[in-house]
């Protein structure tokens, strides 16, 4: 196939160039961490970093039809020489994708005309929203329940079938990608030295080759339950990207139809890997916290009136550990405006939930822990800028990932389940609870000794420096949305205010009870099982005012980044073994 490149030499130029591309680098083959490991871990680790890289694959055909092809194209023309090609692949590769985000929330688009689908390449690329909703409910009043379930299931590709829909499962539309990972974990069991997580291997590769989702569950199980293990390897299925799914919710007919025949909707996930190398001390770290989950419970809003996966007895259910990162790969890798820092899994539809299972945090060290004498610059130039001097003394970088280990951790409070009724809305409601909840209990942790009185007035100080964005976001970026909202609703209580010359203060004693506010109203929401509530909801707090834009200026000015990558050159090394 034949594209034409959508970005101009200049532009390629501009956003490829370190300052404005941020580069962060993962282990490397010299590292204490990789020295340290067994020989068979070793090996091990090696056939988990090839495993990996078929998950590239994976979401490169999720996320769009026109990855694939023109990733061929761009190394045709690389071969011919054509720099604003090799520019051009920088990108790609970055983003992972022809189409990403930038953090001012431009579209980065690298083929010319090509277009952002809501249902991405799960779904047939010409397929309306209206059309879908067309199709199901004919589909539905003609009786095909099963066929409908399956539709919107999250783990099938869906194409078309005359003028219907049918659905083909993951273990079918990836069988040689999933073949491949399967044969990697298989070898890597038989040489890592940890009984079980080659136990948890050997259970990721069998449901890998089958079409059997209680293969995926009893997988998940056994990897939730994995806490003192040299290596960390996960299969990530989240469900951020997927928008078509979701908008079933909005026709009132279809929504109906799917509640008379018992239909959930469920949104697709994208999936991605992530290999690496367990860092003791920093799981010591996070352990500390798990003793107090059940008093976490305790103290989240209206506990009475829902299931949690955290009882305020029982904390068995939740693992947690720091990793060094070797290689994250698909939905994992891909940089779009920024990249993740830590996961809490399975999420509340996967089965594994439903036999007992429980969830696990895995931690990115290298992702939070980017103190280059750039980062540092940068970060002290939109201090200098933005934030109120006399708070200064409080901003503590750590603080930020001692606030990321309370919102990994609230997503294991609040409601058990029901969320999916809330459509396109649902990851914007959760990720607002997790930040909220982190916020709130901040009282009840710092009088059981997890932390200072100094320290909780870091969180906070840190957490409201760090809430104002470069541009408004899209309603698609779940993450952003929910930023905005609590800022905005930080500002109307009184928590946060700005200066019509753009200084940001924080009124420390009101953000506690702030976030309190709205966390009860959130998980009100989430109870409501309403959609239209839901989208009321943001409606009234997604708003951009004077205050976001005077602080976004001096954002766009004090820090010109605008995308980032990982390096992995300890992947890259034993990739070539």
Same mark, same amino acid.
Request: glycine share 6%; aromatic share 8%.
């Given at each position: #196939? ?5 970005l101009?030499r200049?532009?390629l ?5 370190k ?9 490397d083959?010299?590292?204490?961490? +990789?020295?340290?490991l067994a020989?068979g *871990? ?10 990996a ?16 092809? !023109?990733?061929?194209?761009?190394? *045709? ?21 022809v ?9 980065v688009i690298?083929i ?8 991405k390449?799960? %779904? ?5 929203k209206?059309? !879908? ?10 009786g ?38 399967a044969? %990697? ?9 940890d ?5 948890y ?15 995926d ?6 990897w ?15 469900? /951020? ?8 919710? @909005?026709?009132?007919e279809?929504?109906e139809l799917?509640?008379?025949n =018992?239909?959930?909707? &469920? ?36 506990k009475?009136?829902?299931e ?11 693992? #947690?550990? *720091? ?9 994992e890798?891909?940089y779009?405006?920024? &990249? ?17 299972g429980?969830?696990?945090n895995? +931690? ?29 003394? +409080? /901003? ?5 990932h001692? !606030? ?13 389940s029901?969320? @999916?009724?809330l ?14 909840g ?7 942790l710092?009088?059981?000794?997890v932390?200072t ?20 976001p899209?309603?698609? =970026? ?9 800022? %905005?609703? !930080?500002?109307?209580?009184g928590?946060?205010k700005?200066?019509?010359e ?9 953000m ?5 506010? #709205?966390?009860? @109203? ?11 509530k ?8 997604f708003c951009?005012?004077n205050e ?24 890259? /090394?034993?990739?070539?073994?």
């Amino acid at each position: #196939m034949i594209f034409e490149l959508n970005l101009n030499r200049e532009e390629l130029e501009k956003r490829t160039d370190k300052d404005v591309l941020i580069r962060k680098k993962m282990l490397d083959e010299n590292s204490i961490e +990789y020295n340290n490991l067994a020989d068979g *871990d070793k090996e091990a680790l090696k056939y988990l970093v090839k495993a990996a890289n078929y998950a590239n694959i994976v979401y490169m055909k999720q996320d769009n039809e026109l990855n694939l092809p !023109f990733l061929s194209f761009l190394e *045709d023309e690389i071969k011919k020489g054509n720099k604003e090609a090799e520019l051009t692949k920088i990108l790609f590769d970055a983003q992972l994708g022809v189409i990403g985000i930038d953090s001012e929330s431009n579209k980065v688009i690298l083929i010319k005309n090509a277009e952002e689908k809501d249902g991405k390449a799960f %779904y047939p690329a010409d397929l309306t929203k209206e059309e !879908f909703h067309k199709i199901l409910i004919k589909m539905l009043n003609q009786g095909e329940k099963e066929e409908v379930s399956e539709i919107l299931n999250q783990r099938t590709i869906v194409k078309r079938n005359g003028d219907k829909l049918r659905a083909v499962d993951y273990t079918e539309e990836f069988k040689e990608e999933f073949e491949q990972i399967a044969g %990697y974990l298989e070898k890597a069991a038989g040489v890592s030295t940890d009984k079980d997580f080659n136990e948890y291997l050997i259970l990721q590769a069998k449901a890998l080759r089958e079409n059997n989702p209680m293969l995926d569950a009893y997988a998940d199980k056994k990897w939730a339950s994995l806490q003192d293990t040299p290596l960390e390897f996960t299969i990530s299925r989240e469900q /951020y990207a997927d928008l078509l799914t979701g908008s079933v919710t @909005e026709n009132e007919e279809l929504n109906e139809l799917l509640k008379q025949n =018992q239909i959930t909707a &469920i949104s697709k996930d994208s999936i991605g890997i992530r290999a690496g190398i367990v860092n003791k001390k920093g799981t010591e770290d996070l352990l500390k916290v798990k003793h107090f989950l059940p008093l976490m419970a305790e103290n989240m809003p209206l506990k009475e009136k829902y299931e949690q996966n955290i009882s305020c007895e029982d904390d068995n259910l939740q693992t #947690m550990v *720091d990793v060094d990162i070797v290689s994250l790969r698909g939905d994992e890798g891909s940089y779009r405006g920024g &990249i993740t820092i830590a996961q809490n899994l399975p999420n509340n539809d996967k089965l594994s939930l439903t036999i007992g299972g429980g969830r696990r945090n895995v +931690y990115h060290r290298q992702i939070r822990t980017s103190n280059t004498p750039e980062a540092i610059e940068r970060r002290q130039k939109r201090l200098n800028a933005t934030l109120n001097p006399e708070l200064h003394k +409080y /901003y503590n970088p750590e603080a930020d990932h001692w !606030f990321t280990i309370g919102h990994e951790n609230v997503h294991s409070l609040g409601p058990k389940s029901g969320t @999916e009724a809330l459509g396109k809305y649902k990851n914007i409601i959760e990720e607002n609870k997790a930040d909220m909840g982190s916020l709130a209990l901040l009282d009840c942790l710092t009088e059981a000794g997890v932390y200072t009185e100094e320290e909780k007035k870091q969180i906070l100080v840190t957490f409201g420096a760090n809430c104002f964005l470069k541009a408004k976001p899209e309603i698609s =970026q779940a993450h952003r949305v929910r930023t905005v909202m609590q800022t %905005y609703f !930080f500002i109307k209580e009184g928590a946060i205010k700005v200066s019509n010359e753009g200084i940001i203060d924080i009124d420390i004693n009101k953000m506690i009870s702030a976030a309190k506010k #709205m966390l009860t @109203e959130i998980i009100e929401l989430q109870l409501s099982q309403d959609f239209k509530k839901a989208e009321e909801y943001i409606n009234n707090y997604f708003c951009w005012t004077n205050e976001f834009e005077l602080i976004s200026k001096k954002l766009k000015e004090t820090d010109k980044s605008l995308n980032g990558m990982i390096i992995t050159p300890l992947a890259d /090394y034993l990739c070539k073994q």
